[in-house]
């Protein structure tokens, strides 16, 4: 009798590119979306926001690495950030952390009273929770992978800021992934594409998928990987960064089911 086949172990190629999709373990992306709803999250889902997240990161840190050499220098600071942010709009994510991070002091805005004296902000009370910010240093692994990933290395105050708008961003993709699936799909944003000046139009392709996340199937207890596509469209405006996400979120889950 002919002995059954082996099975394939977990760690072949076809594994590997599913892991490698990104450096945001499923496991933490459901963590951060329990801090968020109570909603079921699909595997899928974990897949497509793990992959959404490193399409963003990987775009803020390319722009960091082009503005550091033109400075000939090899390791990211703060300031490739601030500066990667000022000639990309798109870039521009997880906004929430600009609050949190000596980074980003002075872009937010100051304001003045009627005798021109800086108006002190407002202190944060310890006993609210700011879940986009409790325990994000999770993250740092991650980040750290995926600098590595990109052949860059960066000093830790970049690290820290990477890890703050992974953190935000994914909270806010969570907290619109949520909203997606209880007003059964992306009711307040309809379907409208910007684009960013100077760039072509998004291809037919485009317009008819975010046609299609404009209406939701399924359940009001389950996030699955569509509402995460559908609450993509709303954190990323335009261009060619929500382009990529959608497209490289797809792949992800596509790899995941047949994996």
Not at 61 to 79: F, S, T, V, W
Not at 138 to 167: C, H, N
Not at 211 to 239: K, V
């Amino acid at each position: 009798m002919t002995a059954p086949p082996a099975r394939p172990e977990r760690s072949g190629p076809e594994t590997a590119s599913v892991v490698d999709v990104s450096p945001f373990k499923p496991s933490l992306v459901k963590a951060v979306f329990r801090d968020v709803t109570p909603m079921h999250v699909s595997r899928s889902a974990a897949w497509a926001a793990a992959s959404v997240t490193r399409t963003v990161l990987t775009e803020i840190i390319d722009g960091a690495r082009r503005a550091a050499a033109e400075e000939a220098r090899r390791k990211l600071i703060p300031g490739d950030l601030l500066s990667a942010i000022d000639r990309n709009v798109e870039l521009e994510v997880g906004t929430k952390w600009y609050d949190h991070s000596p980074t980003f002091q002075g872009l937010t805005g100051v304001l003045y009273d009627a005798e021109g004296v800086i108006v002190p902000s407002r202190k944060r009370s310890r006993s609210r929770k700011q879940s986009a910010l409790v325990g994000a240093h999770r993250f740092e692994a991650g980040v750290k992978k995926l600098l590595r990933s990109q052949g860059a290395t960066a000093v830790p105050a970049m690290v820290r800021d990477l890890d703050g708008i992974a953190s935000v961003f994914l909270t806010d993709l969570a907290r619109d992934a949520a909203m997606v699936v209880r007003e059964g799909g992306v009711k307040r944003f309809g379907t409208v594409t910007e684009v960013t000046s100077g760039e072509p139009a998004p291809p037919p392709f485009l317009e008819d998928s975010l046609r299609a996340l404009s209406a939701r199937r399924g359940d009001g207890r389950t996030i699955d990987s569509d509402d995460i596509l559908a609450a993509t469209t709303i954190q990323l405006f335009g261009g060619t960064l929500r382009q990529r996400a959608l497209t490289e979120a797809r792949e992800a889950t596509q790899s995941t089911s047949a994996g």
